[in-house]
């Protein structure tokens, strides 16, 4: 039986006889970076899910592109108004970079602006929420939630109304949707008989996990009672 493992990077094996990325039995052509590996020296894996990164790769991809687009509208300064020419001589680039600027100027020691019929103030409609693309990456968080059967409130979607969840159960949920199909695989995979004696099987241990409180939460001692004149005097 084994003594001792070492983990392959998935991205460096390939097989032969099954393409991937849905294997549907333990391979018998097994290559490591090129160099062939005994099949009776690893211990496979095949689970019955099909990997985050295969199961949508459309999600995953819009989800990092949403990130990026983020981030560059995070560092971005978007006017708030635009001051457009709408007749008489063309301004030139220097003489409307100096309108803009005294009509900034004069709207910091005076609220009330005042434009000629040649030109227009009109502002815009960006706003912060719109800058940071909420709407767009709460959707893509709960793509991210469906994809890796996470419960959305866990994550801290809103989806609508939901019934009162307490500690213990968002654990369960947590272990039951997100986790336990990987942690089936992977404790049904160690406990066959090419890696344990017949008879024994791997489990995990969840009950720290699914436990309320570790704590040990010790009741006070009740109050003394105080003592009245009749009790003194008995």
Known sequence: YPASYTRLPAGSITTED???????????SVYFQGGEINPADLVQFISPVQCIIYASEQSIATALKLEDA???????????????????????????????????????????????????????????DKMLLIESSNYSALDMARLCNVPP????????????????????????????IYAQCIAETLSMNNVLPNGTYVTFDTDDFLAESDMDVTPSPAEPEENTQEALAN
């Open 18 to 28: 099954q393409a991937g990325p849905v294997w549907f039995a333990p391979s018998n």
């Open 70 to 128: 983020r981030l560059r509208n995070a560092s971005s300064a978007i006017p708030a108004g635009v001051l457009r020419q709408t007749g008489g001589e063309p301004l030139s680039a220097n003489e409307l970079a100096d309108m803009a600027a005294a009509f900034n100027t004069a709207r910091q020691s005076n609220q009330t602006a005042a434009l000629n019929e040649f030109v227009e103030y009109i502002p815009t409609n960006a706003t912060p």
């Open 153 to 180: 409130y866990l994550l801290g979607i809103s989806t609508g109304s939901y019934s009162y969840q307490n500690s213990p159960q968002a654990r369960m949920d947590l272990w039951m949707f997100g986790t336990h």
